[in-house]
């Protein structure tokens, strides 16, 4: 993949680019980069990809003092204040590409959050959707207060908590876990992607996510073809979630992947990818493929 550093408006993003054809943005979740999409690589052989770090999150976590481009110095980047703030850095992201084109927006966890607000905020950059374990609920108070409790213990011992809590429950865990290759690799991943992340960033995000509104009223407007993903075995939104998002959303079709849990872009990746692009070949989003 090409990675470019696009300064936007009101900050400076890392965007992973490759592929050609239909644009297809796939969003990651809280705590992580871009690179949870690596198993989607494949997928640029149909689709323009752009993959980029959030706001806050891995390379775009630091950007050069906006001054003075040249600069070997480096200034924190503004951190997320809201899950909407996010949607909107995404389509300046696409207008900064001269992407003008509909894209499929796909986005996992915090990043379908974002992606709903994408529908919502500006429906007619929006092609097709793709959620993948999220929800269109809004916290409630004690998940809001867990979130706070969470975001109190990461400012005082650092983010090595925050993977010690989370990784967990991120994975579906295999019978032997101990000893799958599988589980191994990706939990590795999880814990480097997590423990790179600003202080900063992580209490931002904690505090946007709990404070993000709820969006069922608001995703019955949405009309484009909607396809749903959860794992079965998701600790975090488990597939009644998913359920209750198809029968909001009009044109919505729901897949759940066995002996998933809430990574099934990591866990399962070629059973995700194949379900992406056949659910893009019957909306009609790839009558023409293009390789690169």
Not at 181 to 204: F, G, K, N
Request: some cysteine; glycine content about 6%; proline content about 7%.
């Amino acid at each position: 993949m090409h990675i470019h550093q696009i300064r936007l408006p009101s900050v400076q993003l890392s965007v992973s680019t490759h592929g050609r054809g239909l644009p297809l943005l796939l969003l990651h979740a809280f705590p992580l980069d871009h690179s949870m999409w690596a198993a989607q690589g494949p997928l640029a052989d149909h689709l323009q990809l752009i993959v980029p770090d959030q706001r806050g999150f891995g390379g775009s976590a630091q950007l050069r003092a906006i001054l003075n481009p040249a600069s070997e110095l480096f200034v924190a980047a503004p951190v997320v204040k809201s899950i909407a703030q996010l949607a909107d850095d995404a389509v300046a992201l696409l207008d900064a590409l001269a992407i003008s084109q509909p894209a499929v927006v796909c986005g996992i966890s915090m990043g379908g959050y974002v992606a709903q607000h994408i529908a919502v905020r500006h429906p007619h950059r929006v092609r097709s959707l793709i959620l993948v374990d999220t929800k269109l609920e809004a916290d409630t108070p004690q998940v809001q207060a867990a979130r706070s409790d969470l975001a109190a213990k990461v400012s005082r011992l650092g983010v090595g908590i925050l993977a010690e809590a989370m990784i967990p429950r991120l994975l579906a865990a295999p019978v032997h876990a101990a000893s799958d290759p599988h589980h191994l690799q990706i939990s590795a991943a999880l814990r480097r992607m997590i423990v790179a992340q600003p202080v900063a960033t992580i209490v931002a995000a904690l505090d946007a996510l709990g404070a993000r509104p709820d969006m069922v009223a608001a995703m019955r407007s949405v009309r484009v073809p909607t396809l749903l993903i959860g794992g079965e075995k998701d600790a975090i939104t488990p597939p009644e979630c998913l359920e209750r998002a198809q029968s909001v959303i009009e044109k919505s079709r729901l897949l759940i992947v066995p002996n998933a849990g809430h990574m099934v872009p990591m866990e399962a990746p070629k059973r995700f990818n194949a379900a992406v692009l056949a659910f893009l070949r019957q909306t009609g989003g790839l009558t023409s493929e293009a390789k690169k």
